[in-house]
């Protein structure tokens, strides 16, 4: 169904080329990035000290939320390397249509964080910020793309009269 968009939308390969080229795309992808990178060493350093500190059921939602924060994360990073291969000329726009590079829905209920050390929920605000932004570009690029317009048969009859008389 996907490509089937695409091809509906010419178009929408050249817009999703000039974001991939944007400095909108080049911010996130370095936040986000930065992001991974400051979560692993949070949670492979003070966070194993952290958690090793809470009560029982502070510690089961640490690891609930670290999990939730480590798959939010790598959903964001893989659909930043996508827009990256884009970007590269690796990957053509349209094949990064496919729906197996959209970005997923979040499963569950966060744990309440008053418990939680401010170092993961520092971590835990960010990323949601992050996926947020990430989720409206993915939706606006590449979900709403595939929505067909409506007929416009004022536009097309316009369209028919500027070919047929060579306009510009």
């Known amino acids: 169904m996907t490509e089937l968009n695409v091809a509906a939308a010419p178009w929408r390969a050249g817009v999703i080329q ?3 080229r944007s400095e909108l795309f080049d911010r996130t992808f370095e936040e986000g990035m930065t992001l991974v990178e400051e979560t692993a060493a949070y949670l492979d350093g003070a966070g194993r000290h952290d958690s090793k500190i809470l009560s029982r059921n502070a510690a089961l939602a640490y690891a609930s939320e670290s999990m939730r924060l ?3 994360l790598m959903q964001v990073a893989s659909w930043l390397l996508v827009q990256r291969a884009v970007k590269e000329g690796e990957m053509a ?3 990064a249509c496919a729906d ?3 970005l997923g829905l979040e499963a569950g209920e966060p744990a309440p964080v008053e418990d939680l050390p401010f170092g993961l929920v520092n971590l835990l605000q960010r990323s949601e910020r992050l996926y947020e ?5 993915d ?3 590449y979900v709403e793309a595939g929505e067909v317009e409506a007929p ?3 536009q097309a009859h316009f369209d028919r009269l500027s070919a ?3 306009a510009a």
């Open 70 to 72: 480590t798959t939010r």
């Open 18 to 20: 000039d974001f991939a």
């Open 139 to 141: 939706k606006r690029m």
């Open 164 to 166: 047929a008389f060579g």
């Open 133 to 137: 932004r990430v989720r409206h570009l």
């Open 152 to 154: 416009r048969p004022v």
């Open 93 to 95: 726009a349209e094949a």
């Open 100 to 102: 197996n590079y959209r």
